[in-house]
């Protein structure tokens, strides 16, 4: 599965942003798939998850509540809505496959270019 993020930009502290993710290729709706985040100087972490049939969703503490992972596999599509979003949350954002056995994982080391959520107060 090869992807493309878009939706990032600048927002302010309290505000909502919503980033998709166009996958290409017959199996995305076969996969579950997650969203990632890296800040400047920081290791890249989890974010958020969701099953293949998008009946499943799991996320990081720092976002529950406040983040909300979706897809379209008519669309090829994984979404992230954010809301009340935070400076902490400043990041490149990426999507990719993630391992049956933890969604926490990615599966491989592939990864798109990402897109850039910026968070000012």
């Known amino acids: 599965v090869q992807v493309v993020e878009s939706g990032g930009k600048s927002v302010q502290t309290g505000g909502s942003l919503r980033v998709s993710c166009a996958a290409s290729?017959?199996?995305?709706?076969?996969?579950?798939m997650g969203w990632f985040r890296q800040a400047p100087g920081k290791e890249r972490e989890f974010v958020a998850a969701?099953?293949?049939?998008?009946?499943?969703?799991y996320y990081a503490d720092s976002v529950k509540g406040r983040f909300t992972i979706s897809r379209d596999n008519a669309k090829n599509t994984l979404y992230l809505q954010m809301n009340s979003l935070k400076p902490a949350d400043t990041a490149v954002y990426y999507c990719t496959v993630v391992t049956d056995s933890s969604w926490e994982v990615p599966l491989g080391d592939a990864w798109g270019q990402g897109t850039l959520v910026t968070v000012y107060s």
């Open positions: 969701i099953s293949w049939s998008g009946g499943s969703t």
């Open positions: 290729g017959q199996t995305f709706s076969s996969h579950a």
